[in-house]
Nanobody, 113 residues
Framework: QLQLVESGGGLVQPGGSLRLACTASGTRFSTYTMKWSRQAPGKQRELVAQITSGGNTIYADSVKGRFTISRDNAKNLMYLQMNSLKPEDTAVYYC???????WGQGTQVTVSS
């Protein structure tokens, strides 16, 4: 079992930055491939970034060069550093596992002037 809790969302102006955190509790966090996905109002959920247990990463084209996913297995934490934010990044952001179907409750990110 794994419990996931996101934090760090909020309101930011275009061009600003936010860092999201995903705190995991339970067992074997370090063995899971972890993902950040997002869902904007009226749109389908989309994958933002993924990180394997070994630290290999992939990103959606829309966030490449702006977002960085990372993890600290010793602390059961995963992060999403978001820079140069755009209004189209506005969404609820979720952390979740690739296998096991463990999801957090989501955190709202709003990019607006």
């Amino acid at each position: 079992q794994l419990q996931l809790v996101e934090s760090g969302g909020g309101l930011v102006q275009p061009g600003g930055s936010l860092r999201l955190a995903c705190t995991a509790s339970g067992t074997r966090f370090s063995t899971y491939t972890m993902k950040w996905s997002r869902q904007a109002p009226g749109k389908q959920r989309e994958l933002v970034a993924q990180i394997t247990s070994g630290g290999n990463t992939i990103y959606a084209d829309s966030v490449k060069g702006r977002f960085t996913i990372s993890r600290d297995n010793a602390k059961n934490l995963m992060y999403l550093q978001m820079n140069s934010l755009k209004p189209e990044d506005t969404a609820v952001y979720y952390c979740h596992t690739y296998t096991g179907n463990y999801w957090g409750q989501g955190t709202q990110v709003t990019v607006s002037s």
